[in-house]
């Protein structure tokens, strides 16, 4: 046999040529650039199978989670050459000579890793209370642990701000929830409101520094057990009120101030403006709100999620791109006063976590199974390339809770 074809040639034909990695195959086949340190490596015909029955990124990304495809090297650099030369769509071409490698078997569905959620046709109405509650769950509550583990002792689930290059994780994200706490002007005595509220490092936050008085809503279980227990632990129960509730639930008004942060993205771009619509209806006149968000890098673009995405981390999110952020905005009572795109600090912050979770790779192991460590090391660094190419961004608006005198409360210059 030609160590050109065989398994790592019908590999290599899934992408352009010239791709800058090994490619071994588990029948002792080798193709693509023999110098390169990425190699590529086909464990099994079950590899093989996953891609026939999906082509493209969730056939690799299945092979991957489960074992049987493996990235040696710098896996973030070799994601970045597979990205890059990935043929799309699936080469037609390739399938006789990857039907006659894997034989028959290639025809019989496959099992899926448990990782993975339901397809969309199968989740129920989209955007129920129900659906949303199931996909909330499938991400956030897996293990407190494991996520103590990835995002460090802050336990901030989202982009952090860097004021200088040798900021630490946790520096970061205190930056980043002062920063919005800034953002929002808030003063003692203030009513706050987080929409997804996390672990609670905000409104915790919120409460100790500023003097405010918070109500923190989360869809997961895990985060809502876990923040009421600080919240205690800190003696911050008359100040803060964290509760296991969809926003959509909420009977109190009256707000000085919302935050919603990585919770736009859950919403679906086709209710964003039922979403300002309901925020605008919490919040006092001239109240601000600030909306953390990930948006697409440019209109035109689909708001849903790839397969991969879908399936495996956030079911059912989409990413608006910052236009159809601001008009939602715009439309539902909010004047955009100020907005910032911190895409390169969302990519700094994705490295450390990565870099976090390979320092307790094998506590993660133990605490959630190496299939979901092996997810977690794909997606946190697929995401990375992600911010890094402007493929995707992440986006701070502050608004302004507009009234019939169209006066804002704002200064003529930001004070933060």
Known sequence: MNRQEGVAGIVASFFQEGLPLRIEGYDGSVAGDRTSFQTLEIRSPQALRYVLSSPGELGLARAYITNHLEIKGDLHQALIALQGNIRSPFPISSLPSTLRKVGLSAVVPIKKPGEEAPPRWRRGLLHSLSRDQSAISHHYDISNDFYSLVLGPTMVYSCAVFKSETDSLEEAQIEKIDLICRKLGLRPGMKLLDIGCGWGALVMHAAKEYGVSAIGVTLSSKQAESAKAKVE???????????????????????????????????????????????????IDNGRLLNHCITRSRSGLTSRTGPFTDRYIFPDGELSAPSRVVQAMHDN??????????????????????????????EAVSEVGIFRARLWNLYLTLSRIGFELNGIEIHQFVGDATTESKTASFPQRPNW
């Open 233 to 283: 632990i800190a003696g911050l129960e008359k100040l803060v009120d964290v509760r296991l509730q969809d926003y959509r639930g909420l009977d109190d008004t009256n707000f000085d101030a919302i935050s919603s942060v990585g919770m736009s993205e859950h919403v679906g771009d086709r209710n964003l403006n039922k979403y300002f619509a309901s925020l605008r209806e919490r919040v």
């Open 333 to 362: 009572g909010f004047e955009l006063r100020h907005s910032e795109n911190l895409r390169e600090h969302y990519a700094q912050t994705l490295k450390l976590w990565t870099e976090n979770l390979q320092a307790n790779w094998e």
